[in-house]
Structures are given as structure tokens and as C-alpha cells.
């Protein structure tokens, strides 16, 4: 098996640091240029290092067409050098200039409703439109040409938030011309994939293959699967039209692009090829509705999805918040010590950097409230600007785990196609399909044990796991189900649930018999699935002298999937209803390995005891061996000898923390540590093992 590295190199060897910085829009203060001056004073005084500059900048990099003015970007980018601050460079494509709109209609976006938006707004153009690809690939020649050996210049940020779709004409037929390379110009096959017979939808002609519209189709979910298919494709097309000339000119400068989290409408696994570094904007809702630590092992959920992008290789935070997020319903402040704690997080779970948007606060505009390093005061003795320079001081003392990673022993399989056709399925509970919170339920039980986790797509390699974990594995793409079985066969241990080997790649129904291609490996046939009201409860009772230790009975709510055991052992049986009796828990014995199946939903303490089951039988490596209180988890990183372990505590109260015999040094204070620590509200502990 090919080994992956334990330790990476820093995502551009010429500054081995953490990152930490922000957005930095400095032609919206082109009138006032002392306000650079002072910019400069206060990163140094933020520790700040990086900023990343003109995401939004093409109106003033190419006021008219062809007439490029970098005489303002010249002065930034020298300033930020004699300052020691590096640029991470962007390409201006996520939003263009009204000349731009207005000479060429063609690259403003066609809504699914076909009508053509006009000028405004940001991230709409066409990724189709042959001009807007000329247009951007132009201009980032020219930001490549004139930056290329400017000591500034760390790495590029292409575009910002790739999204959304366009539904022009151009866009159409290079959906027809992406659908017959599919289906090797065989129109029959197309409808055979998609199961057109159904209410009489057959093509006779390529032309008639229209995007999925309000007003026009939408019942075909092969055609759904495939247009957002072709929407991630058309997109990547589009980045590498914009990466091709940077790496052409600056073949050593790391690209990027940043990522929105499980954003549903591009499947990020498809990117993940064509980047050198992974970067997302994360943007959690702290001390809202829920309590901090239940949204924080769901973030934790994405930092790791982040990670697992590229294999285990150290990802940047490239965006979040000082302070409030204004677009949100309720802006709440971040309370005394959760920038800290949010910043780390991500440091925790894989990332290299921490940065903001933004560094200064717009004057005006949309974005003029949200929360920025610098504010409207202009100065810096803010609680903002004291927490961010904070998080800087911190990052200073952290270079030994630059590069730094984790081998997990577990892997959750959250898959963007797979939630594509379950968000799509009509059935079960429509409003709570909840196929991300399931996965992320299944992920907290090894949050609260500190137990570190990849989530990954089903086309990732699982040899390197001892467990996998594949909850509402709706969709098996092909060749899917044999690397489970092969994994199973040479002792891994796997999970599934109800909801799973339901459909195809094509979204068409596996016939002869549910979980479909996982029925061998689950040794179970599911029959049929019962969706219950709110107010419906059944029970699961567990076996006396299961082998996993777990006792007395659990809560089935929502789905029950009516299971028969084929080769499978049954642990635990539904308690009432017509299905009293049946199983619902299984585990079937499959070469050295065992596969379980989990009939019915709890997400709450049945995962919480079966998980922890798990983790003592198969001995699960944890980032430190003890037990956690509520709302602490504990995380690691590693080069192979060195142990780094970030204990982090999301609740607004004291929380201790027992490390019994074992030996560690604070990063931060540079003490020694052993024994009951104590982490106050929102508290960060960064260890290293002695
Ligand atoms: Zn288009």
C-alpha cells in the first residue's frame, strides 16, 4: 500500500508559518491613501501575515476594455512587502465590470427560469460564455506577467466562492455536447439511464434536452443528477481556463479557490484535483439556537471533509469572521474567547492558516456591518482588534506543526452525488431527510472521544481504516460495493444504515431486492421502510449477551426499515408495532471483517453507546487516552514523532480535564503539563507530548 506522508510541506516553503490575515480590499480606499499607511501600522500590530488581495478588484485593474491600470496593486503589493506582510493574489472573475456586462450580454448568467439577470450582484457570469473566459484569462495573464517575481506574491486565490449555475443557450448545448460524449451519442442510451418512458418524457433528438426549469422539467432525477453533473464540470472547465496562465508563468505558486463547506451545489471532491491546497470559508452561527459544542462537532464535521479533500494534506481557513457575520438573521457578537477557540479549531483539524474577511470594514454597501479586524473607528484598541492580534501571538508559537497531519483509523462516507439524490427522492419524511446531520451524528461520538475521523467520498481509497461508516448510503456508484466487501473480507470493520444500496449512479432503483449491491456484505434484505410522524416513538430492544455490552432498549424515531436477516446476526429487535420482533440491529460475520446494520434512526444516544462500543472493541487511537466531559473534545496532529493535541472546550463554563500520568508541554505558555488541567469557558489547550 502506498504510504501517505505524515508531514507536508508549508503551502509555500518561502514563508514556513502559520498564515494569518484577512481580506484585504484596498482599492475601495484608492481616494484616501493614507489609510494604507495605517493599514500597514496595523497588521503589524494584528500579527498579521498574509492578506489576500483584489478578489473584487477588476474595475479597477481594467477600467475600460484592454486599458489595465496596476499602479495601485504595484503600491499595495510594495507596501505589504516592506512590511513583511505576503499577498495571496487573486483573479477578479467572481465579479466583473459594468463596461464588461454591457459590451458582451453573453456573460451575464440565464436563471432556471430563462430569463437573463442584468448587470450586479457578484458570482453570476456564464462559466460557459467563450468572452468571459477570454476575458478572465486575459486579465490573469497580466496579474501573473506583472507579479511573477514580486517578493509579495505567496499564492494565487482564483475566483472567490465558485457557485450557481447558468442556463443560457451556450450553456445548454455544452450540456447536449457533455451528455453525448456520456452516453456515446447513443440517444437510447440516455433514455434507458434517465427512465424516460415514465409519463412519456422519451428524447428523439439531442436538441429537445433542455436544463431542469421551474416551468419545464424537473421530474427526471437522472437528468437532475446529470445537469448538476455537468455544472461542477463546466465549472472546474472554467477554473482551469483561469489557472492555466498562472501556472504557466508562476509554476511554483500554490492555487486555490475557496470552498463554501457543504455547499450542495458543486461536489468539491471533483476540484480537489486541480488545486495545490485546499481552502474553505467557514462561517458558524456561535451562541445561537443550539449550544456551541453541538455546532461545533458539525463544523468540525467540514474542517475535516477540508482535509480529507487532498488526502491528509493541511488545508486554509481562508475566511471567517472577528467577530459578527452581518447577512446572518441574528448578528451576534462571538463572546470573550470563542475567536480564539473558533480560530484554533480549524488549526486543530488540519488548517495552516486563519484568516478573516475582512481586514478593514467597508464604508458602504452590503458588507459595510460585517465584522472586520480593523473597524469604522479606524483604530486599534478594539476587543476585536486585541482578539485578533491574540490569535496572531498564538500562531507565532505553532511552527512545529506547520505541515503537520492525522491518519485517522475511522473514515465517514459523506458523498455530494449521494446527498444530490436523496435531496431530489420523493419519500420517507420530505423535511427531514437530514442526510448531512445524520452523517454528522454519526461523526460526534467520536468528537466527544477525541477520537480523529476523515470524511470522504465513496470513490476514496478505504484500505488505510479499521472502520467505515457509509450512514444512508442511498446511491453505490459502481465498483463501489466490491471495495466494501474487499474491505470487510480483510477485517475492516464496516456501518451502514437504513436508506442504503438503494440506486444507481442513474438514480434508478436496484431491482431483486434492497440494500441492492451491499446485501451480501450486510447479510440482510430489506423489505420495506416505515417514515414515522413527530409524534410516533417506537422502541429497540437490545439482545441479552450482545457482543457489544450494549443493554436495555433505545428510541426509534422517524425511519424504521423493515429488515430480514439473511446471514446476519441479529443484536437488537423492534419493540411494538406490526413489526414487534423484527431486527433492527444486525451484524454479519464476512471474511475477517463485520458489517453492521443499523435498521432504525436515533441520533442521539444509541450512536453515543454503539459507537463507543466500537471504539474500545477495535481499540481506536484517540488523541489523548481519557475521558472527555461534555462539550470538550480533544484533537491531534502529528509529523510521525512529534504529537501535537489541541484540547478545546465549547461550552461558556470551566471544564477539567484529567491527563493522568501523561507527560505535555503548552505551546502556548511553554509550562508543563500533566495531571487535572483546567480550560476555562470557550478555553484552548495546545499540547505537545513529552
Ligand atoms: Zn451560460
Known amino acids: 500500500m502506498f504510504m501517505k506522508p505524515m508531514k507536508y510541506p508549508p503551502i509555500n516553503p518561502k514563508f514556513p508559518h502559520f498564515l494569518h490575515g484577512g481580506d484585504y480590499?484596498?482599492?475601495?480606499?484608492?481616494?484616501?491613501?493614507?489609510?494604507?499607511?495605517?493599514?500597514?501600522?496595523?497588521?503589524?500590530?494584528?500579527?498579521?501575515?498574509?492578506?489576500?488581495?483584489?478578489?473584487?478588484?477588476?474595475?479597477?485593474?481594467?477600467?475600460?476594455?484592454?486599458?489595465?491600470?496596476?499602479?495601485?496593486?504595484?503600491?499595495?503589493?510594495?507596501?505589504?512587502?516592506?512590511?513583511?506582510?505576503?499577498?495571496?493574489?487573486?483573479?477578479?472573475?467572481?465579479?466583473?465590470?459594468?463596461?464588461?456586462a454591457a459590451k458582451y450580454p453573453e456573460v451575464l448568467r440565464v436563471l432556471p427560469n430563462r430569463v437573463r439577470i442584468l448587470f450586479g450582484g457578484r458570482h453570476n457570469h456564464c462559466y460557459?460564455?467563450?468572452?468571459?473566459?477570454?476575458?478572465?484569462?486575459?486579465?490573469?495573464?497580466?496579474?501573473?506577467?506583472?507579479?511573477?517575481?514580486?517578493?509579495?506574491?505567496?499564492?494565487?486565490?482564483?475566483?472567490?466562492?465558485?457557485?450557481?449555475?447558468?442556463?443560457?443557450?451556450?450553456?445548454?448545448?455544452?450540456?447536449?455536447?457533455?451528455?453525448?460524449?456520456?452516453?456515446?451519442?447513443?440517444?437510447?442510451?440516455?433514455?434507458?439511464?434517465?427512465?424516460?418512458?415514465?409519463?412519456?418524457?422519451?428524447?428523439?433528438?439531442?436538441?429537445?434536452?433542455?436544463?431542469?426549469?421551474?416551468?419545464?422539467?424537473?421530474?427526471?432525477?437522472?437528468?437532475?443528477?446529470?445537469?448538476?453533473?455537468?455544472?461542477?464540470?463546466?465549472?472546474?472547465?472554467?477554473?482551469?481556463?483561469?489557472?492555466?496562465?498562472?501556472?504557466?508563468?508562476?509554476?511554483?505558486?500554490?492555487?486555490?479557490?475557496?470552498?463554501?463547506?457543504?455547499?450542495?451545489?458543486?461536489?468539491?471532491?471533483?476540484?480537489?484535483?486541480?488545486?495545490?491546497?485546499?481552502?474553505?470559508?467557514?462561517?458558524p452561527r456561535w451562541h445561537g439556537e443550539e449550544p456551541d459544542w453541538e455546532l461545533a462537532y458539525k463544523v468540525a464535521f467540514v474542517h475535516d471533509i477540508n482535509r480529507s479533500l487532498k488526502g491528509g494534506k493541511p488545508f486554509m481557513l481562508m475566511e471567517s469572521t472577528p467577530s459578527m457575520t452581518n447577512w446572518m438573521k441574528v448578528a451576534k457578537l462571538k463572546r470573550p474567547g470563542m475567536h480564539l477557540l473558533s480560530s484554533i479549531q480549524a488549526v486543530a483539524h488540519g488548517s495552516d492558516t486563519v484568516q478573516y474577511f475582512q481586514w478593514r470594514k467597508s464604508r458602504g454597501c452590503v458588507e459595510k456591518f460585517h465584522g472586520a479586524v480593523v473597524d469604522h473607528c479606524g483604530h486599534e484598541n478594539t476587543r476585536v482588534f486585541r482578539d485578533v492580534a491574540e490569535v496572531g501571538k498564538v500562531l507565532e508559537k505553532l511552527d512545529p506543526i506547520i505541515g503537520t497531519t492525522v491518519r485517522p483509523e475511522v473514515a465517514i462516507i459523506y458523498d455530494w452525488e449521494n446527498r444530490w439524490a436523496i435531496d431530489d427522492m420523493k419519500g420517507l419524511i420530505q423535511d427531514k431527510k437530514d442526510y448531512l446531520l445524520t452523517c454528522q451524528s454519526h461523526y460526534r461520538p467520536f468528537w466527544e472521544n477525541g477520537v480523529p475521523v476523515d470524511v470522504i467520498d465513496m470513490d476514496c481509497d478505504f484500505s488505510g481504516y479499521k472502520l467505515l461508516i457509509a450512514p444512508m448510503l442511498y446511491m453505490v456508484?459502481?465498483?463501489?460495493?466490491?471495495?466494501?466487501?474487499?474491505?470487510?473480507?480483510?477485517g475492516g470493520t464496516f456501518v451502514t444504515t437504513y436508506w442504503s444500496g438503494i440506486v444507481d449512479e442513474n438514480d434508478l432503483c436496484f431491482l431483486g431486492g434492497f440494500p441492492g449491491p451491499l446485501r451480501k456484505v450486510t447479510g440482510i434484505w430489506s423489505e420495506e421502510i416505515d417514515a414515522l410522524y413527530d409524534h410516533d416513538?417506537?422502541?429497540?430492544?437490545?439482545?441479552?449477551?450482545?457482543?457489544?455490552?450494549?443493554?436495555?432498549?433505545?428510541?426509534?424515531?422517524?425511519?424504521?426499515?423493515?429488515?430480514?436477516?439473511?446471514?446476519?446476526?441479529?443484536?437488537?429487535?423492534?419493540?411494538?408495532d406490526f413489526y414487534a420482533g423484527r431486527p433492527?440491529?444486525?451484524?454479519?460475520?464476512?471474511?475477517?471483517?463485520?458489517?453492521?446494520?443499523?435498521?432504525?434512526?436515533?441520533?442521539?444516544?444509541?450512536?453515543?453507546?454503539?459507537?463507543?462500543?466500537?471504539?474500545?472493541?477495535?481499540?481506536?487511537?484517540?488523541?489523548?487516552?481519557?475521558?472527555?466531559?461534555?462539550?470538550?473534545?480533544?484533537?491531534?496532529?502529528?509529523d510521525g514523532e512529534r504529537v501535537f493535541v489541541f484540547i478545546l472546550n465549547f461550552v461558556p463554563e470551566e471544564r477539567q480535564v484529567d491527563l493522568k500520568e501523561m507527560r505535555f508541554k503548552d505551546m502556548i505558555t511553554g509550562e508543563d503539563v500533566t495531571g487535572r488541567v483546567s480550560l476555562p469557558p470557550y478555553g484552548v489547550k495546545i499540547l505537545e507530548r513529552l
Not at 443557450?169 to 452516453?183: G, P, S
Not at 422502541?539 to 430480514?564: F, Q, S, T
Not at 444509541?606 to 484533537?635: M, W
Open 128 to 283: 460557459t460564455s467563450p468572452v468571459y473566459r477570454e476575458k478572465t484569462r486575459l486579465i490573469n495573464q497580466k496579474l501573473a506577467e506583472r507579479y511573477k517575481d514580486h517578493p509579495a506574491l505567496l499564492a494565487w486565490h482564483v475566483s472567490n466562492e465558485y457557485g450557481g449555475e447558468c442556463h443560457c443557450e451556450l450553456c445548454q448545448q455544452a450540456f447536449r455536447e457533455w451528455l453525448k460524449k456520456k452516453y456515446d451519442n447513443d440517444l437510447d442510451k440516455l433514455n434507458r439511464a434517465w427512465w424516460t418512458g415514465f409519463w412519456s418524457h422519451t428524447y428523439t433528438d439531442w436538441d429537445q434536452i433542455q436544463s431542469p426549469a421551474p416551468h419545464g422539467e424537473g421530474s427526471i432525477h437522472g437528468l437532475n443528477l446529470d445537469w448538476k453533473r455537468f455544472v461542477t464540470h463546466q465549472t472546474i472547465e472554467f477554473m482551469k481556463n483561469e489557472i492555466a496562465p498562472l501556472r504557466e508563468i508562476t509554476p511554483n505558486v500554490p492555487v486555490t479557490t475557496n470552498f463554501m463547506g457543504t455547499y450542495t451545489g458543486l461536489n468539491y471532491w471533483k476540484f480537489a484535483p486541480e488545486l495545490d491546497v485546499i481552502s474553505w470559508d467557514n462561517y
Open 537 to 576: 416513538v417506537n422502541h429497540v430492544v437490545l439482545k441479552d449477551d450482545n457482543p457489544l455490552g450494549l443493554k436495555g432498549e433505545y428510541e426509534a424515531r422517524e425511519l424504521c426499515d423493515l429488515i430480514h436477516a439473511e446471514t446476519a446476526e441479529v443484536l437488537a429487535t423492534y419493540k411494538s
Open 584 to 638: 433492527a440491529l444486525t451484524v454479519n460475520s464476512f471474511g475477517k471483517g463485520k458489517a453492521y446494520y443499523i435498521a432504525f434512526r436515533n441520533n442521539g444516544d444509541f450512536l453515543t453507546d454503539f459507537y463507543g462500543a466500537l471504539i474500545k472493541e477495535l481499540n481506536l487511537k484517540r488523541a489523548v487516552d481519557t475521558e472527555l466531559p461534555q462539550g470538550v473534545t480533544a484533537q491531534m496532529r502529528t
Open 25 to 100: 480590499n484596498p482599492d475601495q480606499w484608492k481616494h484616501t491613501p493614507e489609510v494604507w499607511d495605517e493599514d500597514m501600522r496595523l497588521m503589524k500590530l494584528a500579527h498579521c501575515n498574509v492578506m489576500s488581495v483584489g478578489i473584487f478588484s477588476w474595475a479597477s485593474l481594467e477600467p475600460e476594455e484592454g486599458k489595465f491600470e496596476f499602479g495601485w496593486l504595484d503600491t499595495i503589493m510594495d507596501k505589504l512587502a516592506e512590511n513583511g506582510v505576503y499577498a495571496i493574489l487573486a483573479t477578479p472573475s467572481g465579479a466583473r465590470p459594468a463596461w464588461l
Open 477 to 490: 456508484r459502481p465498483g463501489v460495493a466490491e471495495r466494501i466487501e474487499k474491505f470487510v473480507e480483510e
